[in-house]
Antibody, heavy 119, light 110 residues
Framework: EVYLVESGGGLVQPGGSLRLSCAASGFTFSNYEMIWVRQAPGKGLEWVSYINPGGSTIYYTESVKGRFTISRDNAKTSLSLQMNGLTAEDTAVYYC????????????WGQGTLVTVSS | QSALTQPASVSGSPGQSITISCTGTSSDVGNYNVVSWYQRHPGKAPKLVIYEVSQRPSGVFDRFSGSKSGNAAFLTISGLQAEDEADYYCCSYAGSRVYVFGSGTKVTVI
């Protein structure tokens, strides 16, 4: 069975940093594209970042470019999101999700980890 | 990319049909036949219920169906059941591995 488990969320001050992790199991992680999605309080889902199976192709939503870095360790079946320069607008539940083999949709999601940026 | 527009809430009685709209632009929904829909119960992970506009993943009940017209996509739930009460989000590919999600619709079974 496919499992995605996020960790690393918490309370951080504005300008601070946090590193989120997503532990994957139950599938061949190195074969799949992965994304991060977030949901701010009272808002809808927002796509944050994409990484291809080899880690060589990466995209970000405009609001996090230059501040967030997505990466993956296929040997450890782990996805990461390094978040720097955090602002209150980054407060959200962050989800990792697997892109389906047929592409362009996301067939498995984690339960999410909460990031709160506040002084 | 701006979020796709969905109604904030839709309600229906058990057994009824409801339709949720998802309005985008010619750069996303109107340009790609890769709209997907996700169901999310409180505290749970989102679940894929429709992909590629109208395809149902295995294990998803056939009372869920999807369609698209121009820059808008639609999710219809036929024969509404109590367990369908959840938040629903659409998502469209927008090119260059960029995706845009909808604002979300709360479905209430009354």
């Amino acid at each position: 069975e496919v499992y995605l488990v996020e960790s690393g969320g918490g309370l951080v001050q504005p300008g601070g940093s946090l590193r989120l992790s997503c532990a994957a199991s139950g599938f061949t992680f190195s074969n799949y594209e992965m994304i991060w999605v977030r949901q701010a309080p009272g808002k809808g889902l927002e796509w944050v970042s994409y990484i291809n199976p080899g880690g060589s192709t990466i995209y970000y939503t405009e609001s996090v470019k230059g501040r967030f870095t997505i990466s993956r360790d296929n040997a450890k079946t782990s996805l990461s999101l390094q978040m720097n320069g955090l602002t209150a607008e980054d407060t959200a539940v962050y989800y990792c999700a697997r892109e389906a083999a047929n592409g362009y949709n996301f067939d498995f999601w984690g339960q999410g980890t909460l990031v709160t940026v506040s002084s | 990319q701006s979020a796709l527009t969905q109604p904030a809430s839709v309600s229906g009685s058990p057994g009824q049909s409801i339709t949720i709209s998802c309005t985008g632009t010619s750069s996303d929904v109107g340009n790609y036949n890769v709209v997907s829909w996700y169901q999310r119960h409180p505290g749970k992970a989102p679940k894929l219920v429709i992909y590629e506009v109208s395809q149902r993943p295995s294990g998803v009940f056939d009372r869920f169906s999807g369609s698209k017209s121009g820059n808008a996509a639609f999710l219809t739930i036929s024969g509404l059941q109590a367990e369908d009460e959840a938040d629903y989000y659409c998502c469209s590919y927008a090119g260059s591995r960029v995706y845009v999600f909808g604002s979300g619709t709360k479905v209430t079974v009354i």
